[in-house]
């Protein structure tokens, strides 16, 4: 019996999306699509809002000690990122599993961020589920305690 092709399964997005961008992330020397989405999560949310990782250029024929452009939005960070250079190498090659990148070169502009998606307003709470949170919050005596139950159980009523 021979297997079937499936062609017209329902698949996330996000599968996609590696196998999409890796031809335009290749050109740059981004093996990887997850150097770019995840790069908050390697340098941190301070460095991540003030940097952003260009491209990187490997030695003729090698996929491993790279150079990383890394274009920084000001001159003071950009000279705190020179003696901060062995620490974030170190970050990156442990998110790639290996010595990919060896030494980052800086350059300095702007840095592009997408903005945050704006957060839809919430529903305003029902008169009556109100009224049955404060009854139930109502015999806390500690007010910080109190405040804080308040806004956990709106929270949880409106979803």
Known sequence: MSATVRRHQIRAVGAAVERLMK?????RGFGAASVITQWEQIVGPVLARATAPERIAYPQGE??????HLKVSSASLALELQHLEPQMIERINSHFGYRAVARLRILQG???????PKAKPRPALAPEKRAA????VGRVTDPDLQEALRRLGEAIARD
Request: positive net charge; aromatic residues 0%.
């Open 110 to 116: 702007p840095v592009k961020r997408p903005e945050a």
């Open 133 to 136: 949170l404060e009854r139930k």
């Open 23 to 27: 031809p335009i992330l290749g050109a």
């Open 63 to 68: 996929r491993g000690n790279g150079t990383l």
